[in-house]
């Protein structure tokens, strides 16, 4: 099982961006999936939640802000930011679980300047 993350970079305040997460070895259509972030010096939090059959949920922080979506004939997890804050600086992660077993993306940075 591989995930490969995309789209990071860096953003003025207020800007937007699209992160992609290429899922190979695991059918998204069977699993649930995340995206995770980390600063440095933090542990990952998850900020956002895709379960099969249910709503999307995200963390306080990032709500009305972020959106989580999967494509499953692409096998992508995907993450729309928008309205992006100095805050929201860190390595973007994507996971997928599947019966207990989880898997990680090795990530891709997000800075949004000031």
């Known amino acids: 099982v591989q995930l490969l993350e995309s789209g990071g970079g860096v953003v003025q305040a207020g800007g937007s961006l699209g992160l992609s997460c290429l899922v190979s070895?695991?059918?998204?259509?069977?699993?649930?999936v995340f995206w995770g972030r980390q600063e440095p010096g933090k542990e990952r939090e998850v900020v956002a939640t895709?379960?099969?059959?249910?709503?999307?949920m995200y963390t306080d922080s990032v709500k009305g802000r972020f959106t989580i979506s999967r494509n499953s004939a692409k096998n992508t997890i995907n993450l729309r930011m928008n309205s992006l804050k100095p805050e929201d600086t860190a390595i973007y992660s994507c996971?997928?679980?599947?019966?207990?077993?989880?898997?990680w993306g090795q990530g891709t940075q997000v800075t949004v300047s000031s």
């Open positions: 070895g695991l059918a998204l259509s069977s699993v649930d």
């Open positions: 895709l379960r099969r059959g249910s709503s999307a």
């Open positions: 996971k997928g679980r599947k019966l207990g077993a989880s898997y």
